[in-house]
């Protein structure tokens, strides 16, 4: 069964920046989506198992980056510039096996981002 972490949440202000980090059991496809109250829960970025692939959502793409630490099992979000429309609980997803979709998640952090 896969087990997602995620950590790094908090308030900051705008024009700040922020890490999450999500520590799986294992080495998985990965991603993180975000949710803002009231709205639908929106894809943020991806990375590969390999590491070789990522992809980000127009919104975020300059500002967030995503790495992979291969030896820990996690996966990290880089987030500067945050701007008040970045608030959310940021979830961290996980392909597991030979799943085509995110089928494992993790408790979400909450990013609070005031202007």
């Known amino acids: 069964q896969v087990q997602l972490v995620e950590s790094g949440g908090g308030l900051v202000q705008a024009g700040g920046s922020l890490r999450l980090s999500c520590a799986a059991s294992g080495r998985y496809t990965t991603g993180w989506f975000r949710q803002a109250p009231g709205k639908e829960r929106e894809f943020v970025a991806d990375?590969?198992?390999?590491?070789?692939?990522?992809s980000y959502a127009d919104s975020v793409k300059g500002r967030f980056t995503l790495s992979r630490d291969s030896r820990k099992n996690t996966v990290y979000l880089q987030m500067n510039s945050l701007k008040s429309e970045d608030t959310a609980v940021y979830y961290c997803a996980a392909k597991s096996g030979a799943s085509t979709a995110y089928d494992s998640w993790g408790q979400g952090t909450q990013v609070t981002v005031s202007s």
């Open positions: 990375i590969s198992l390999s590491g070789a692939r990522l």
